[in-house]
């Protein structure tokens, strides 16, 4: 597949609150910041009855949400503030009736937002989790399940499946993404107990293809599942969700696709299930809001992943896949509906399919030698500033608002240690440490649904972590940098950045972490040490080394050029500032850094003063190291190959050249084939 290019797509939320009297109460929110006028969808939208013209619907759609003045001005500033938006329908929890409109067909000009190339539409739920995250391992696996019990047509009067050709319209479907695709089918009889085993083997798609039931009172829906004997065995929605639930790693997406029947439809059941599993933790659901003929499901289904397998962006392939169905005058195009808790729409990076580059001649002595050393426990991470993933703004970030907000006036706005020392010169030493720390929490913060937040005021970074809970912070994330790294069950961890990620991480493994930062400086001589005389570290007590501050000491904190300077020369002249066992894992264990690029200060000052130092540099036996080139500002892998040699000169150096998430998901893949 080819690289994804940079999302062009503004952010266009329209939320619909509870009933208030006669009316909804509308906000329309643009790129999360700019936020109108609030106005007011009728009530009179209930119930909704058809015309039976998709296009006629839409309209009559469009002009009764943006029947409110106030609406539909602030519809017409964000249209002409950006042409392409990426447009998420909102239904609060106590406007859930709202569900069974058929939003799809919205339609502005004659053209069906829902499937315009410039629109891309999903309905957004609420859910007290964070934003799902994009699959970064290789091969994508689908699993597809096909239900057709014996006994469906004669007990309940519903059409048998051609399972036959069910399952070669999903194979040619998936053809598209050759190597990187692998697809599964569950055989009969599909048991629940047999879905879940299956799933255990860890599955990015869930594709179900069968019949279902829903209960408008009891707001339940129910699959049509088999008994080991093959007879229907009808399973709720309950049951479904808490199997789900269960499951370590769950889809990215699961695809509900509700049969053609004779005598009703059932793909009411299909969507009384997706907001629900929404709910369980699933990033992305497609269902049936209503009867969808066998030959229009087909059609999309084909459509939708092979334009999936082009760029991985799942509400744009629903909206290219209904565009077909339109094309072809499929009167139901309008039926399928995706609820999404994809920031970007992003389902799997494309960037993942080529993989990082390791710069050796034996790109797989790279990695047998690596997941030995972690096996013998004779391997130190050592992580940096680019593996907050989701959970932290970067220091670019932070920098860059800095240099907006401070008026700096230098080119390299970006860069913390140069940003910091301005901040340092013009408003103080401590000022750049105490905002980087407020920066970083409120980030936190700012990255959570309401529903995480915390409801106390929290006074540092790790308050704040824990007031969360490291479960909700990773949901969904198996390839978190911490999880991985954590289940590695290490002696010693060490880290460039403040935060205290790496330790949650360790205890929700059962571990009892010790924290520990480098004494680097004169300021922090009066620190009593966390470490008894007779510590050792150990898998049990391993410790987490904070060797440019922590966020619970803020004088520890190395952000600016001066800093990294005092940090080198205190530590070559003054050795005793880090403990000997600290300098024993550093030149005589196999060394990986995570997270760093070629230009970071805290790469380049680790090599020059502590690992690269003329008397350790011999005693290496392995150096890890995965760097991310994306900001570099030249492609020569000679380039940067000569540069590292200068550092570590007859040393065994071994590059990784691509994304941190490129390496923590090859590294988990490396690591679990060999448990």
């Known amino acids: 597949m080819p690289p994804s290019p940079k999302s062009d797509y503004a952010d266009l939320e329209v939320r619909i609150f509870s009933r208030q009297e006669r009316a909804y109460p509308v906000e329309i929110t643009l790129d999360g910041q700019q936020e109108f006028q609030r106005g007011q969808l009728p009530g009179e939208i209930i119930p909704w009855v058809p015309s039976g013209s998709p296009l006629t619907d839409g309209k009559k759609l469009l002009d009764m949400l943006l029947s409110d003045p106030a609406l539909q001005n602030a519809w017409s500033q964000a249209r002409g503030s950006a042409l392409q938006r990426r447009i998420r329908l909102r239904i609060d929890p106590g406007a859930a009736e709202l569900h069974n409109i058929p939003w799809e067909l919205l339609s502005e000009d004659n053209v069906t937002l829902s499937a315009a190339a410039q629109t891309p539409f999903s ?59 692998e697809i599964h089918f569950l055989e009969a009889p599909v048991t629940l107990e047999r879905l879940e085993e299956e799933l255990r083997q860890g599955y990015h798609i869930l594709h179900y293809l069968g019949h279902g039931a829903f209960s408008p009172r009891r707001g339940q829906a129910a699959l049509y599942l088999q008994t080991e004997g093959g007879q229907t065995q009808i399973v709720n929605d309950e049951a479904v969700i808490g199997m789900l639930a269960r499951q370590q790693k769950r889809p990215s997406l699961v695809f509900l696709a509700a049969c053609q029947s004779a005598a009703r439809s059932t793909a009411d059941a299909f969507l009384g299930l997706a907001p629900k599993l929404v709910t369980a933790g699933v990033p992305a659901v497609v269902a049936m809001q209503d009867f969808v003929d066998m030959e229009t499901a087909r059609k999309l289904s084909a459509a939708f992943y092979q334009r999936l397998a082009e760029h991985g962006t799942v509400d744009r392939a629903l909206n290219e896949a209904r565009s077909v169905l339109l094309t072809a005058s499929r009167p139901d195009a309008a039926v399928p509906v995706l609820f999404m808790r994809l920031k970007s729409g992003q389902l799997w990076s494309a960037e993942a399919d080529a993989r990082g580059q390791v710069l050796d001649k034996n790109p797989r002595a790279f990695w047998t030698t690596l997941v030995r050393q972690i096996q013998q426990k004779r ?30 006036p230098f080119t390299n706005r970006t860069d913390m240690a140069r940003v910091a020392q301005y901040l340092a010169t013009s408003q103080g030493e401590a000022f750049p440490r105490a905002e980087l720390l407020d920066a970083m929490k409120s980030g936190l913060i700012q990255r959570l649904p309401e529903a995480l937040r915390p409801t106390r005021k929290v006074p540092t970074l790790t308050d704040c972590i824990q007031a969360v809970g490291w479960q909700n912070l990773v949901a969904d994330d198996p390839n978190n940098v911490q999880r991985v790294l954590a289940a590695f069950d290490l002696p010693i961890y060490m880290t460039t950045n403040p935060d205290s990620l790496m330790v949650e991480a360790l205890r929700a493994r059962g571990a009892e972490p010790l924290r520990e930062l480098c004494r680097w400086g004169e300021q922090l001589d009066w620190l009593e040490s966390a470490l008894g005389p007779d510590y050792q570290p150990s898998a049990e007590n391993p410790l987490v080394y904070h060797l440019f501050g922590s966020d619970e000491q803020e004088d ?85 190959q000569s540069f590292l040699q200068q550092y570590f000169l007859e040393a065994d150096i071994n590059v990784y050249w691509g994304s941190m998430e490129q390496f923590i998901a090859e590294l988990r893949e490396q690591w679990e084939a060999v448990k």
């Open 379 to 408: 391997c130190t991470p050592i992580i940096g500033p680019r593996a907050f993933g989701r959970v932290l703004p970067s220091q670019a970030e932070i920098a860059a608002n800095w240099a907006e907000e401070h008026s700096y």
């Open 556 to 640: 520890s904190l190395i952000l600016t050029e001066d800093d990294y300077f005092n940090f080198l020369v205190r530590t070559a002249s003054e050795r005793d500032r880090i403990p000997n066992f600290i300098r024993e894992a550093l030149s005589s264990t196999s060394l990986m850094f995570v997270g760093y690029s070629l230009y970071d200060w805290e790469f380049r000052v680790l090599l020059h003063g502590l690992v690269a130092s003329r008397d350790t540099r011999r005693k290496f036996k392995h150096v890890a190291v995965q760097l991310d080139l994306s900001d570099s500002v030249s492609g020569d892998t000679a380039a940067v």
């Open 123 to 181: 309905r957004y739920l609420p859910v007290a989790l964070p934003w799902g995250n994009t699959a970064e391992e290789r091969p994508i696996r689908v699993l597809a399940v096909i239900s057709s019990p014996e006994d469906i047509q004669s007990q309940y009067n519903l059409t048998p499946l051609d399972t036959i050709l069910e399952r070669q319209t999903l194979e040619a479907a998936f053809s598209g993404l050759g190597a990187a695709a």
